[in-house]
């Protein structure tokens, strides 16, 4: 099945610093793209996977679960490691939930963790239907697009396949039960104003983590897709003076692969 354009992987082969992003659930790599090519402009080594079933069209999600999309980056993170001296692990929503798992499973394998409103729970009465509702109905609305910026868009699926969803609960469960052996720095940047995730995912996972080192910062004129919105540089900013001031070699120029 062709990917959807925009939604093509990213990776550049930079310096000795790697990074690997991590999109969202029904999203693809295009809703961090300008992060990745911004931090691959700075020297840095950057992974910006695709997650099986995303990109291309929801049937394929359908048969798709959080296995699958951990398997992808877990294999991406030992890829980095492998090529680089430090690796740091950056995620948007469902992303930031992978990312986390990622932190608590590979400990001092990552040097810090920088989270974009990044999702914990299924929330609302959805979370206790779709047990059941999944053997019933196929399908329920997207959540692509929550964007406050006037003409900007999320490249995924306008249908959200309910036994995936049902996967996601299961994810963030786990990753919840596993926030206190997250002890890498942390800075996590979340909107006020999300359609999507709640500002309470946040604050859970803040009181969860046992990392000492973090950061929270409010992106007041964004919603949930924020590295598409008019947070995005500010963002970009965060993130590289995180990265700068936690790291050994801010890397070299490289080579792009990808979309």
């Known amino acids: ?7 093509e992987p990213f990776r550049h082969e930079g310096g000795e ?38 990109g291309t069209r929801w049937e ?31 995620g948007l929503s469902m992303g930031g939930a992978l990312a986390l798992r990622l932190a608590a499973k590979h400990g001092d394998e990552i040097a810090g963790l920088v989270l974009v409103n990044p999702a914990n729970k299924v929330h609302g009465l959805s979370a206790y239907a779709l047990p059941v509702a999944r053997h019933v109905v196929r399908t329920t609305k997207g959540l692509t697009s929550d964007i406050a910026l006037a003409g900007a868009e999320e490249v995924g699926y306008d249908r959200v396949p309910l036994h995936a969803a049902h996967s996601v609960r299961a994810l963030f469960r786990l990753v919840d039960a596993d926030l206190p052996q997250v002890t890498q720095p942390v800075v996590l940047l979340h909107s006020p104003q999300d359609h999507v995730v ?62």
Not at 25 to 40: C, K, Y
Not at 64 to 86: F, K, P, S
Not at 204 to 222: C, F, G, K, P, Y
Request: proline share 6%; with cysteine.
């Open 198 to 259: 709640p500002p309470a995912d946040s604050a859970r996972i803040l009181s969860r983590i046992s990392s000492t080192d973090v950061e929270e910062i409010l992106l007041e004129q964004s919603y949930h897709v924020a590295t598409l919105d008019h947070d995005a540089e500010r963002i970009f900013d965060e993130s590289y003076r995180f990265i700068d001031r936690l790291a050994t070699d801010a890397g070299r120029k490289g080579s792009t692969s990808g979309g």
């Open 17 to 54: 610093v790697g990074v690997l992003l991590c999109h969202g659930f029904t999203g693809s790599p295009q809703s961090l793209r300008p992060w990745a090519d911004r931090l691959a402009e700075r020297g840095l080594t950057v992974s910006l996977p695709l997650l099986p079933g995303h």
């Open 1 to 7: 099945m062709p990917v959807l354009p925009g939604a």
């Open 60 to 90: 394929d999600m359908a048969v798709t679960g959080w296995q699958d999309w951990y398997a992808e980056v877990d294999r991406e993170l030992r890829a980095l490691t492998a090529r680089c001296e430090q690796v740091f692990v950056f």
